[in-house]
């Protein structure tokens, strides 16, 4: 045996094999390098199992727990506000984009002067609810919590989006409509009038004649001299 | 409750439940401690990294393949931790009083003096020695789990460790710990293993 293979079975002996091999103890008689390698790895053996390893202070792991839950609920509280941020400013967003395709929409018609602009009211939302702790932060309950956070925050973004929005539309500068002459614009009733005239216009001959057959007629009747005797 | 294998007890601390997180902490804080002193030399700093280490377990717990051993895996967040401390760390290592948790009263022999050199000597390991060392001497950790536990093949961790105990019998050599037997050369060093690693 060599010095290479009776370290290697010193090694394999620290790894917890035991060995029992008589060449080792014949190459160890021979060579005093590898018998003092054979004494240190007795010392070490020897003080490995003496070696206990440290133990954490009684109270440790409770402190322990107590921070990973203190972290738990901060991180919980940051995810749900990071949450509602975004739900917020995506909900804001999609309103003012929605308002401005609405204005888009509008343009042309408010510059024919036909209509008034509108205000584009915000669909319904749902109404704000207090937001209560959970008694137990289960997921659902966390969830449930979020989502009623997420309605209050885009509620509250929405009714300030739509105020802004009618400031906004407020002072926007109306329109200049065109100038019309109204003058030179005939009187929508002057046709009914025309047709009234050209109808008593009509009539006027029938109505003399009618007047002058009942003239006749009247004239033509016996004078009455009384009233007739035993009435 | 003590009877939950690792995988349950991960799915009732992603519940919520904190009896779970407690059991979890209990579970393996000895270990975690245990090694977090050795790597660092420093009770009070590895009272920190031990802290540091479990928030970051339960933070990235989602994170766990439960089908893996739970137990490597936090052993390898502790090693990083203790790894990122000790580069942070600008102050001069303080050597940690660990004798009181590993003696109980003063021994009639030099078992004492004996301890306190290979604590010495673990002290001046380079860190994944002295990580290989400490999980397979002191907590019997197997080959194949201290290779998850360092992201290392295992050839590589049988290097580092035999490597580590050669260095650790040297310095007991050295310092007189070992009965002196060779007259001729006193002071030759022991034989270096020339393996290299894989």
């Not at chain 1, 008589?22 to 003496?50: N, S, Y």
Request: hydrophobic share 35%; glycine share 6%; with cysteine.
């Amino acid at each position: 045996m060599n010095c290479q293979a009776s370290h290697n079975l010193l090694q394999q002996r620290l790894d917890g094999t035991p060995i029992e091999s008589p060449e080792l103890l014949e190459h160890l008689r021979g060579c005093a390098d590898c018998r003092t390698l054979e004494q240190a790895t007795r010392r070490l053996q020897d003080g490995l199992r003496r070696l206990t390893p440290p133990l954490p202070p009684p109270d440790f792991a409770a402190r322990i727990a107590d921070r990973v839950l203190l972290d738990r609920r901060r991180t919980r509280r940051r995810a749900k506000r990071r949450w509602a941020v975004t739900l917020a400013l995506a909900a804001g967003l999609f309103i003012a984009l929605g308002l401005r395709l609405d204005w888009r929409g509008q343009s042309p018609t408010r510059e024919s002067g036909t209509s008034e602009p509108e205000v584009t009211q915000a669909p319904p939302l749902p109404k704000e609810t207090p937001v209560l702790p959970p008694a137990s932060p289960t997921l659902r309950e966390s969830v449930a919590e979020a989502s009623e956070a997420v309605a209050s925050l885009t509620s509250k973004t929405a009714d300030e989006t739509v105020s802004s929005t009618r400031w906004l539309v407020r002072e926007v500068p109306r329109p200049s409509l065109p100038k019309v002459d109204l003058e030179s614009i005939e009187s929508p009733t002057r046709p009914l009038r025309e047709a009234g005239q050209g109808v008593s216009d009509g009539l006027e001959p029938v109505t003399n004649s009618a007047r002058r057959a009942v003239g006749l007629f009247l004239r033509e009747l016996p004078p009455m001299d009384g009233e007739p005797k035993g009435l | 409750m003590t009877t939950d294998d690792d995988a349950t007890l991960v799915r009732r601390c992603l519940r919520g439940e904190d009896e779970a997180i407690h059991l979890l902490v209990g579970r393996f804080q000895t270990e975690v401690f245990g090694l977090c002193v050795r790597l660092l030399n420093h009770r009070h700093d590895a009272e920190d990294v031990t802290q540091e280490v479990f928030l970051r377990v339960f933070r990235s717990l989602r994170r766990w393949d439960c089908q893996r051993p739970l137990k490597p895996w936090i052993m390898g967040i502790a090693v990083n931790r203790c790894r990122t401390w000790l580069t942070q760390r600008t102050r001069r290592p303080e050597l940690v009083n660990y004798l009181q948790d590993t003696l109980p009263g003063p021994a009639a022999d030099d078992s004492t003096e004996l301890l306190q050199e290979i604590q010495c000597a673990l002290g001046e390991l380079r860190l994944e020695y002295r990580t290989a060392f400490v999980l397979f001497h002191e907590q019997g950790q197997p080959y194949e789990e201290i290779a998850q536990v360092m992201g290392r093949p295992v050839g590589t961790i049988k290097t580092w460790l035999h490597r580590a105990r050669l260095e650790i019998l040297e310095r007991l050599r050295r310092r007189g710990m070992v009965p002196a037997d060779n007259e001729e050369h006193p002071t030759a060093p022991l034989p270096k293993n020339g393996r290299e690693e894989s």
